[in-house]
Every structure is written in C-alpha cells, then in structure tokens.
C-alpha cells in the first residue's frame, strides 16, 4: 500500500496567513516595543498615559483579530468572544514578557487596561455591524 503524506498544501495555507498576517505584524510591534527597557514618556494631563497607551495599542489589536479570527475561526461560532481570549491572552504573555525586561515590570493594571482596549474595539465592531444590518440606522 502506498504510503500517504501528511504535508498540507501551500495553498490550504494561504487564506490563514492572508488573514493572520496584519495580526501577528501588530503584535511583533507590540512585543517589540515591550522589550525596550524605557519607552519615551509623552507630556500631558492624562491621569495615567501608560494604562492610555496600553489601551490604545489592545484596541488596534482588538481590530486586526477580530479580522483575523472573522476570516478565519479558531473555535467555531463566537467571534467576539475568540478575539477577546486571544487578545487577553497576548496581552498576559506581554506582561509576563516585560517582567524579564530590565527597567521593566509585569503589571495586572496594564494587562486590565489591554482587555478593555480589546474590549472597546470589539464594540466598535459591534456597533458598527448592528447598524450596517440596520440600514445605518
């Protein structure tokens, strides 16, 4: 009998990467700005720019996942729910990431503030479907 191979054609491939890539290039930016020891610090009256920026950053991710998990599911029906685990997910392994970087610490508040920027994307994205499917009303 012949023997079969378990290689997976190129072509199977593609429509993961296709809609993985924005993805995972936003979070080698994220991982790449979390290994730098001091970021620059921005002047201003905002109560905590690092939990703002924090924010800011998940909610971009929270938008390239949703994407992501939209072209291409995880784990079946549940988009917003997907998007959100893989986004917090992330978001913990940073902090765990920055905990071994000098000048560094691993903080349960940014990880917080990471899940509601993911969390404020995908309502976003929500809101903006509920009113596409309602006629923009």
């Not at 429509?15 to 610090?41: G, H, N, R, T």
């Not at 902090?95 to 917080?112: A, C, I, K, N, S």
């Not at 503030?113 to 509920?130: E, F, S, T």
């Amino acid at each position: 009998m012949p023997k079969q191979s378990m290689k997976l054609p190129l072509t199977s491939l593609m429509p993961v990467v296709k809609a993985w890539w924005p993805a995972l290039l936003y979070m080698a930016a994220i991982f790449i700005l979390s290994a730098q020891s001091k970021l620059p610090e921005l002047p201003g009256p905002i109560l905590s720019w690092d939990k703002s920026l924090h924010l800011i950053a998940y909610l971009g991710l929270g938008f390239v996942l949703f994407r992501a998990v939209s072209l291409t599911p995880l784990l079946g029906p549940g988009l917003y729910p997907q998007s959100l685990l893989v986004g917090a997910l992330y978001g913990a392994s940073d902090e765990l990431h920055q905990r071994f970087v000098p000048g560094r610490t691993m903080d349960f508040f940014d990880w917080l503030a990471d899940v509601m920027g993911l969390a404020l994307a995908l309502l976003i994205i929500g809101i903006i479907k509920n009113r596409r499917a309602n006629g923009g009303k």
